[in-house]
């Protein structure tokens, strides 16, 4: 993926801010429905791994961390208080994002009291911010290191803080085959500590395998999103997706060799 400005965009982009407006805004219904309904506090908290600068694309629009705002904004306003905490390693990305933010802030009449910035990279103030209060809070964690392997420590870490929230990472899975040291697309399922998890399928044409991966303790909440090909990842129709996503260079290589000569 081509980095201008310190933030990766590419010929998948388009999909993805608009496969993460409509799994952000799902959440958000979602999580909100479960809070009215338990003594957990009534707040929603956003952590936003690798935050960017807050637009994408020329000419610019949203980037996810801006479409996270405008959807809590527009679907809920003042009926869902929330803490979102964005982080970037990169301190002028930081300042990008909250001055693409002011003409949210006026369009909706934010309280910019639930925002938070923090300059540092995730793997090393990640788990920090995920302690912060309030304690057992239901939200959302997103990960999208412009497609570098999302480190899984840090996320295993975050999960075992906040086992309420969710997991959502951005991933290229043909990236993980390629970095020597990087895990591979399975190990996350297995040494992240979340029960349930939802995959996208994967698109035609794409040489890098981008998906979004959803990893939730809930059991029951999050059903299949036909309409962007997001599915549990036990359904026949993501089985294919996901083996695709998980083989190795040599499983792949031993794969086409044996269709050569077959």
């Known amino acids: 993926m081509p980095i201008k400005d310190g933030v990766g965009e590419g010929p998948a982009t388009h999909r993805k801010l608009r496969d993460f407006q409509k799994i952000i805004e799902m959440h958000l219904k979602i999580t909100h ?40 904004e527009r679907i809920f306003h ?36 639930q925002w938070w910035f923090h300059t540092g990279e995730y793997q090393d103030i990640g788990p920090q911010v995920a302690r912060l209060n309030p ?46 040291e990087a895990p591979l697309f399975a190990d996350y399922f297995e040494r992240i500590h979340k029960k349930n998890w939802l995959i996208r399928e994967k698109l035609q044409g794409d040489p890098l395998g981008w998906t979004f991966v959803l990893g939730s303790n809930a059991a029951d909440l999050f059903d299949n999103y036909k ?18 996503f998980s083989k190795t260079k040599e499983e792949l290589r031993d794969e086409l060799q044996g269709r050569l000569f077959d």
């Open 78 to 113: 003042d009926k869902l208080r929330y803490r979102a905490d964005f982080i970037d390693g990169d301190e002028e990305c930081v300042e990008s994002l909250q001055s693409w933010l002011g003409p949210l802030a006026d369009q909706y009449h934010c309280d910019k009291s």
């Open 33 to 72: 429905a479960v809070i009215g309904r338990t003594s957990a506090p009534r707040i929603y908290r956003y952590i936003d791994l690798t935050a960017g600068k807050g637009f994408a694309l020329n000419p610019p629009q949203h980037g996810c961390a801006a479409l996270f705002v405008d959807a809590i």
């Open 135 to 180: 304690n057992h809070a239901y939200g959302i964690v997103f990960v999208d290191p412009n497609g570098d392997a999302p480190d899984i420590e840090t996320l295993a870490a975050i999960a075992d803080i906040r086992p309420r929230m969710e997991i959502l990472m951005y991933v290229a899975t043909t990236n993980l085959k390629r970095a020597p």
């Open 227 to 244: 309409s962007i090909g997001f599915y549990k990842v036990t359904d026949p129709r993501v089985q294919q997706s996901f083996q695709m």
